[in-house]
């Protein structure tokens, strides 16, 4: 496909390999715009990942398609065409949002997925019956796709099945959404190759839990004036559903567009997808809710244990929860784990997507995980409540799943080694007003495991990265090794012993290196925009250590400093620190006014840059806003909002439900809101931060205070691994210099290790540049620059 620059008229646009702050090796697009990842799953010796896709465009519209690429390794991908479009005159002719991939009983991989039709748009049929009516902008249908020939590796064609799975919510539940389905029990998301004689544990365990007590299903919602609560559907794949569940009956237009060969032609109304995914799902009532939180709350004094909340968390909870995800959690020596409540059960997680939180300026959308247990044999229905199942008030959390400014709506798959992966959506957070050809990534495949207590999650890089990395071997080839050690990194040959030094192309390594306070020593010898780096810090006589990313241009939205802090146990990033556009003298220090005070003496007398001011307008989306809020709640004066969504002029539409619902991180908000937070504290002489504390202290074996900390940096896209847990966020550094950053034009990666308040020490570290994960991106002879 062609790049095309996407940007405001006459801006300067760099496209593909050009634009230095574009990330390759996560995964994205070649243009346009992405958000949520969708349905990952391991098919036939395959990773397939799908996601939300405006190939015209880098801000968010209508007509979303499901993006696809594949990888047989988790670290060289493939792109491929859309797998799912909208259907003009169907219940997804206004986008195919978000859902799953599951193999059905049969084995055939089905997705699942929310279609949504704007109710301003005739051609898809009238609105929904007053009891089953959000009164949204726009009405959303739980549609069902399958492979067009499921023998097909690459799954290159689907078929979508021409009866709703789930066609409206249920009665009389004053809803505020219905999305994101999510299969949580019975289907699989990894299905081994025939004959291959890889692991068929997961598919086997699914198919069991299929035949056995029928499939389980998630949608988000929201309960009007109560929070966010996860709707249960179940599934033994009959034939039909109810009248009650919005199934038949229902008013809803299931057309598909008879010119594409990709949808079902039987025309008869009968399902012939051959899985029993795509039929017999009937609401049985929620899973857990926001108001369970409440009433833990109520009931009992916030404790950590009992799932309640403090005031901060609470504000993070939002009205709706969206892309849900509930899966067993592997376990230390694959035996069952603490699920909380102190009771011996199988783990689970349980995370979610609140939407949208408080208070009103925050910058991101927090996502919170929950880790708990769950009665998987219970049944129980619409009618007759019951308890819930995932027991969300005795749960381990809520706690953050990225301590970062822009991750939203993961999604998770097993693979044929057992291991559960997941990806999330990065956000993008440039200036306003920047041009660009492209729009968000997803982040690195993360490896899921449980901790020893049973109480959190332990993220790491799935090791695969390694095989991206241009390594420093004796012979200078600077192929990968396919290594690798405790902590997912490929050995190096020729590694000296501890104690000394060396940089080359490709690698650095260095280790039992003193950092005395203020002292900047560069990791030299790697270069370009993808680096991976791997640090074991130990605590000296300092308060903080970690990594100076500097900025590559004046203006641009840089610097950056990665800080642990070994009294707070707190990791951060804290942006618009000074440059170091000289040599640091060693042994600089500064009186200890806290941790900016330290900073600025240790590199005093050196400009600081920040982040320009904001444009007065810096979406077009927004400037639509104001008008069509307007018009709406005019015509919402005298009835319902259903009534006056169907008043509203069609060309209004849009714009009003995009600034009020569809749009689930507004991008432009978020970002003015990290311009604002910057200039207030470069007016206050101190630095905006990101971070917060780890859940347990950064130590050895023996209780030494030592970190060991692994930062991918991919163009813009900057992943912080410490303690098992992550911080994401953006670093916009430009273009790096031509003739390599010093003045002797040797390699320099523009990245420091520094020390604060203090010295530290450098027990090991190593640092690699990284290989496009794009085949077509990578030049012949070597990695794209």
């Known amino acids: 496909m062609e790049e095309h620059a996407l940007g405001p008229p006459g801006a300067k646009v760099p496209v593909g390999r050009d634009d230095p702050d574009r990330p390759q090796v996560h995964l994205a697009p070649k243009q346009g715009w992405l958000n949520d990842p969708n349905g990952p799953i391991w098919y036939k010796g395959r990773y397939h990942l799908f996601y939300q896709h405006v190939p015209q465009g880098c801000e968010w519209q209508w007509g979303l398609v499901w993006g696809h690429a594949v990888s047989t390794d988790l670290a060289h991908w493939r792109h491929l065409p ?154 033994r794949g009959g034939t039909g559903g109810s009248a009650g569940d919005g199934n038949v009956g229902n008013g809803i237009s299931s057309a598909t567009s008879s010119s594409s060969s990709d949808d079902c032609a039987c025309g008869d109304g009968s399902d012939c997808s051959g899985s029993s995914l795509a039929r017999g799902w009937r609401y049985e009532g929620q899973v857990c809710s926001a108001a369970d939180l409440a009433e833990a709350a109520q009931a009992s004094s916030a404790t950590e244990a009992s799932g309640a909340l403090s005031g901060a968390a609470a504000d993070e909870l939002g ?15 694959g035996g069952a784990g603490d699920g909380g409540g102190g009771s011996r059960r199988q783990p689970w997680l349980l995370a979610v997507s609140p939407y949208p ?31 819930a199942w995932f027991d969300v008030r005795g749960a381990w959390g809520p706690y953050r799943l990225d301590q970062g400014d822009l991750l939203y709506a993961p999604n998770v798959c097993s693979d044929a080694q057992g291991r559960l992966l997941l990806w999330a959506w990065l956000q993008e957070r440039r200036s306003p007003g920047a041009a660009a050809a492209y729009a968000g990534c997803l982040t690195l495949p ?8 049973g109480r959190r999650l332990v993220q790491q890089p799935a090791p695969e990265l390694a095989l991206l990395r241009r390594c420093c071997g004796t012979g200078g080839g600077g192929d990968p090794f396919t290594g690798s050690t405790e902590n997912g990194a490929a050995p190096c040959d020729g590694v000296p012993p501890s104690g000394a030094s060396f940089s080359g192309r490709g690698g650095w390594y260095a280790g039992g290196v003193e950092l005395a306070e203020g002292q900047l020593l560069p990791i030299e010898g790697v270069a370009g925009r993808r680096l991976d780096i791997e640090l074991t810090l130990r605590r000296g006589s300092g308060e903080a250590a970690g990594l100076l990313i500097q900025s590559h241009e004046a203006g641009s939205q840089g610097n950056a400093l990665i800080t642990y802090d070994w009294g707070r146990n707190a990791l951060d990033v804290v942006f618009g620190v000074p440059a170091p556009q000289a040599a640091v003298p060693a042994g600089a220090s500064s009186q200890s006014d806290g941790m900016e005070s330290q900073l600025s003496g240790a590199l005093s007398g050196v400009a600081r840059w920040h982040l320009p001011a904001p444009a007065a307008a810096s979406s077009p989306r927004k400037r639509g806003r104001g008008a069509a809020a307007a018009v709406f709640e005019a015509a919402a004066a005298p009835g319902s909002p259903a009534k006056a969504a169907v008043a509203v002029p069609a060309e209004v539409v849009p714009e009003l439900h995009l600034a009020e619902l569809a749009e689930p991180l507004p991008e432009a908000a978020a970002v003015e809101a990290a311009v604002a937070e910057e200039a207030a504290a470069a007016a206050a002489g101190t630095f ?22 692994r930062a991918v940096l991919d163009g813009s896209a900057l992943e912080v691994f410490a303690g098992g847990e992550v911080l994401s966020t953006r670093v916009y550094r430009g273009a790096p210099p031509a003739d390599g950053g010093s003045p002797a034009g040797a390699a320099c990666s523009g990245v420091f290790l520094a020390a604060l308040g203090g010295a530290a020490v450098l027990e090991s570290g190593e640092a690699w540049e990284l290989r496009s994960c794009w085949a077509e991106d990578e030049p012949e002879g070597g990695a794209a620059a």
């Open 82 to 235: 859309p797998a799912l479009a909208p259907t003009p005159g169907g219940p997804d002719a206004d986008g195919c949002w978000s859902g799953c991939c599951t193999v059905s009983a049969e084995g055939v991989p089905t997705i699942l997925y929310t279609g949504v039709r704007l109710r301003s748009n005739r051609a898809c049929g009238p609105p929904p019956p007053p009891s089953q009516d959000l009164g949204l902008l726009f009405i959303e249908s739980q549609l069902a796709a399958v492979p067009a020939d499921p023998e097909d590796e690459l799954l290159l064609r689907w078929r979508k099945v021409e009866q709703p799975a789930v066609a409206l919510p249920p009665p009389g539940l004053n809803l505020m959404g219905f999305r994101d389905p999510f299969v949580y029990l019975g289907g699989s998301s990894a299905a081994a190759a025939a004959g291959t004689g890889e692991q068929q544990a997961p598919q086997s365990a699914a198919r069991h839990q299929a035949l056995q007590h029928g499939y389980r299903m998630l949608l988000g919602s929201g309960v009007r004036g109560s929070g966010g609560a996860l709707l249960a559907y179940g599934s």
């Open 319 to 333: 009205e709706v929860w969206e892309c849900p995800l509930l899966v067993r959690l592997p376990t230390p020596g």
């Open 357 to 387: 939180v408080k208070p009103p300026h925050s910058p991101s959308n927090p996502v919170l995980y929950w880790i708990g247990g769950m009665d998987e044999g219970a049944t129980r229905h619409a009618r007759q409540p019951q308890p």
């Open 446 to 453: 993360r490896v899921l495991t449980l901790s020893p207590d």
């Open 688 to 709: 905006r931060r990101l971070g917060g504390p780890l859940a347990a202290p950064a130590t050895d074996g023996s209780g030494r205070a030592q970190l060991r900390l």
